[in-house]
């Protein structure tokens, strides 16, 4: 089958590789200059164990199964990645009971090895920590995320598929038993495929409506929520990741490391209209506030605005975090097209799962 992928972040570069390898002819439609330029350069690059989404949510099982399977990759293809693990801190009462349930959640998905340990362990563990209790989940990691999406690509290339890039899709339709597609670009033009997979991260939802056939309908709403993120300069203050209890929109502003020993905090939500990347100074005292909480020895002046990540959010401020949405012909009833709508985190740790069950979706 003649594939077209659109979108080479994270999940266009997975969902490509992985159709390859089952036979696909697998052309992925870049519209920017090179891979990995949206939200997949955007993100924490942490390896999430899996414990906070609901029990049989799509986010629960592929991020349980591609946590698994991304490591084994990184082992395998040499990708730099460190299972450092990581602590969900409580500071309060309140925030004690949250742990306590996200412990639960974690089980019920069948992460491994979570523990709740008291404050006296979790500052032997990490000095600097102030807490009154933790979750400790020894298989959360952080990677390289470009390295991985370079190895993924390699892949795809050895299993003979390729990618075009400066190819925005502008527009797609049926003709016959095939589907016409429309792209922009100096080199643009009308091409023929049998498959369309839709993994254009923040442009989904117009992708989604340059479909001719695909209903308006089905197109979910697509709310930006923006993740800020500010450097902290000197050395890291701990080894492990260190996340408050989760927020609104987001899992808190945490410590993040990075595989060159870097030290940086965020991400934060802040709900957007528009697309834009500029990070702003003041948010920085929000910053300071949340993170004193957990780690009193912030000094003043050490956070530097850093860069931000855009979340392709389908639900907004205050309602219930919304799952994954993979729309598939079994539901919308086209055949051969795949949607992928609201692949926020844990997209990156859940990329090579999700990609087997979207390639799976590739039959006639
Ligand atoms: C702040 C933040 C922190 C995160 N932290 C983590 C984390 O620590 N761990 C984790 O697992 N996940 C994390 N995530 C989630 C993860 O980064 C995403 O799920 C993942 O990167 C999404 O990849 P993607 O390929 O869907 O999107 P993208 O990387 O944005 O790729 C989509 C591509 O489609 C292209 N495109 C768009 N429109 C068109 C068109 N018409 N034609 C052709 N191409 C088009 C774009 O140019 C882009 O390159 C985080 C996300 C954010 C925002």
């Known amino acids: 089958m003649q594939v077209l992928v659109i979108g080479a972040g994270v999940i266009g570069l997975a969902v490509g590789r992985a159709a390859a390898r089952r036979g696909h002819d697998v052309v992925i439609a870049e519209a920017a200059e090179a891979i990995g ?23 629960a099982r592929h991020c349980v199964a591609g ?10 293809h040499g990708v730099p990645h460190r299972k450092c693990g990581k602590l969900i801190v409580a500071t309060s ?16 998905n069948d992460v491994e090895g979570l523990e709740l340990i008291e404050a006296s362990e979790a500052q032997a563990l990490e000095p ?15 990677i390289d995320g470009h390295a991985y999406m370079l190895a993924l690509r390699g892949d795809l290339e050895d299993a003979g598929g390729a990618i075009a890039f400066n190819a925005p899709v502008t527009r797609a339709g049926r003709k016959g038993s095939q589907w016409t597609v429309l792209f922009g670009g100096k080199d643009g033009g009308e091409f023929e495929f049998d498959a369309i997979v839709n993994c254009a991260g923040l442009g989904a939802q117009a992708v989604a409506r340059s479909i001719a056939d695909y209903p308006e309908s089905r197109v979910p ?36 490391l990075d595989l060159n020993g870097r030290m940086r905090f965020g991400p934060d939500v802040e709900w957007i209209a528009h697309e834009g990347y500029t990070v702003d100074p003041a948010r920085s005292d ?15 002046g050490a956070l530097t605005p850093d860069y931000c990540g855009i979340r392709p959010k389908l639900t907004g401020p205050g309602e219930p975090a919304a ?42």
């Open 221 to 256: 709403r697509l709310v930006l929520a923006k993740g800020n993120y500010f450097s902290c300069a000197g050395k890291p203050a701990f080894s492990r990741l260190i996340y408050p209890t989760p927020v609104d929109g987001g899992l808190g502003v945490h410590v993040t």
């Open 93 to 108: 009462d309140a925030e004690l009971a949250k742990i306590e349930t996200i412990a639960a959640q974690g089980r019920a």
């Open 37 to 59: 330029t949206g939200i997949s350069s955007r993100n924490s690059e942490v390896i999430h164990a899996g414990m906070y989404y609901p029990s049989g949510s799509v986010r």
């Open 67 to 76: 946590r698994r399977l991304l490591y084994a990759y990184c082992a395998e």
């Open 323 to 364: 799952d994954f949405l993979i729309d598939a012909p079994a539901e919308h009833g086209l055949p051969r097209l795949v949607q992928m709508f609201g692949i926020e985190s844990p997209g990156l740790t859940s990329s090579l799962s999700l990609a087997e069950e979207v390639a799976s979706y590739l039959v006639d």
């Open 286 to 300: 929000s910053f300071y506030a949340r993170i004193r909480a957990y780690w009193p020895g912030l000094p003043d």
């Open 128 to 142: 600097a920590l102030s807490c009154i209790g933790a979750l400790k989940s020894p298989e959360t990691g952080i």
